[in-house]
């Protein structure tokens, strides 16, 4: 009886683990998520997001520090609402899609500094090729069940970066004397999650 009682224990155990792990893997669900830009544009500033991404968060509220985001963007997936300019931008001008077909991110530590669902994530962002490391500001945003009965979480992530520090060089001169793309990029991700997929 005590054998039998112990292995019970121990297989109760080891199924516990594996639901706590399971129950902290969230797959980003693509056609509720936006992987967003914003650049400026002379007088004004020009909006665009990349269409195809993959990726797993895997994050627990009550253990954020032990939070892992790995994600991979699809470069020739980029859209402005501008096909001559989204031409332009998967050329060697910019991305050079040929070359560098993705970008990507990995985390390399948890989220910290948490405080009232919103906290930093660092990692490494590859962009054109090149890797550096960055600080993300993110929030969760909740989660809970959807009318399927699927368990949903809300995830948001903010950062600027200057696009020549990955080697988006590209520019033209105006006659004003400034630029016509500015260098600061502000990227902004809404991201939708499902439990266990």
Known sequence: MRRSATISCVIALACGLAATAHAE??????????VGFSVSHLFTSVQGRFDRFDGVIEFDPQK??????RATVEAASIN???????KHLRS???????????????STSGVTVMKQNRGKLAGNLTI??????VVFDVVFRGQGKDPWDNV????????NI????????WNQMLETGGV??????????????????
């Open 80 to 86: 402005t609402n501008n096909a001559k300019r989204d």
């Open 152 to 159: 949903r979480a809300g995830f948001s992530a903010s950062l």
């Open 128 to 133: 054109h090729g090149v890797t550096k490391p």
């Open 92 to 106: 060697g001008d910019f991305f050079d899609v040929e070359k560098n077909p993705t970008l990507s991110f990995e």
């Open 25 to 34: 893997n969230w797959k980003i669900d693509e056609s509720h998520t936006t």
């Open 180 to 197: 016509l793309v500015g260098e600061e990029v502000e990227i902004r991700i809404d991201v939708e999650g499902i439990l266990g997929e």
């Open 162 to 169: 200057n696009r020549k520090d990955y080697g988006l060089n």
């Open 64 to 69: 954020p520090e032990a939070a892992v985001v």
